[in-house]
């Protein structure tokens, strides 16, 4: 089946530490998206890519890097310059803006 | 820019009884479609119903119908017959129709409780 795999599920940073969270899709879609999810705050865009090789910077980029070297992957690293990556992240993709976004499961990330 | 409002943090219904949850949106365009996605206790995220702006019907799936006002810029969700599996956080969902692939703007949710 087709779809979009968020690895770990869970994942622990300590201070100072570079994390990256991936995220693959086998759906052939050209679009991916990562957001953030905190209570109350609904889903933040952090970045997109439309094409391999090219993203732009979504609401809360600060902090945050990506890349997009494959069509099927764009993982996310969370930097030591964001101070409060404790959140659920959630990757995406699509193909068609007529057609509804797929997301992953989403990975849990804490600061330990 | 386009932004979407859920003026709702949270709302309970009874087992089979009927509920609606509201959602307004923002944007100078007359182009776009509109999602309601429900995301229960296991945080996936599930596309519920959806709507294109030029179509003047209601989208309906189910038990699950929406009152799309275009004038007004409101899309609230009605859910008949709840149920409780239909216990999660519910999201509304704006994107333009305009160019490409572009990301989905997103409320900042409703939380929505059945009562047994």
């Known amino acids: 089946d087709g779809g979009i795999t968020q690895s770990p599920k869970y994942l622990f940073r300590k201070e100072g530490q570079n994390v990256t969270l991936s995220c693959e899709q086998n759906l052939n879609h050209d679009a991916m998206y990562w957001y953030r999810q905190d209570p109350g705050q609904g889903l933040r865009l952090i970045y997109y890519s439309q094409i391999v090789n090219d993203f732009q910077k979504g609401d809360i980029a600060e902090g945050y890097s990506v890349s997009r070297e494959k069509k099927e992957s764009f993982p996310l690293t969370v930097t030591s310059a964001q101070k409060n990556p404790t959140a659920f992240y959630l990757c995406?993709?699509?193909?068609?803006?007529?057609?509804?976004?797929?997301f992953g499961d989403g990975t849990r990330l804490s600061i330990l | 820019a386009q932004t979407v409002t859920q003026s709702q943090p949270e709302m309970s219904v009874q087992e089979a009884e009927t509920v609606t949850l509201s959602c307004t949106y923002d944007?100078?365009?007359?182009?776009?479609?509109l999602f309601w996605y429900k995301q229960p206790p296991s945080r996936q995220m599930i596309l519920v119903i959806r709507?294109?702006?030029?179509?003047?019907q209601n989208a309906t799936e189910n038990r699950f119908s929406v009152n799309f006002q275009k004038a007004a810029k409101s899309f609230s969700l009605k859910i008949s017959d709840s149920q409780l599996g239909d216990a999660a956080m519910y999201f509304c969902?704006?994107?333009?129709?305009?160019?490409?692939?572009?990301?989905?703007?997103f409320g900042k949710g409703t939380r929505l409780s059945v009562i047994a």
């Open positions: 995406a993709s699509i193909q068609g803006a007529n057609q509804p976004q797929h």
């Open positions: 944007t100078s365009e007359s182009d776009y479609y």
């Open positions: 969902a704006y994107r333009t129709m305009n160019s490409g692939n572009t990301p989905l703007v």
């Open positions: 709507q294109e702006a030029y179509k003047q």
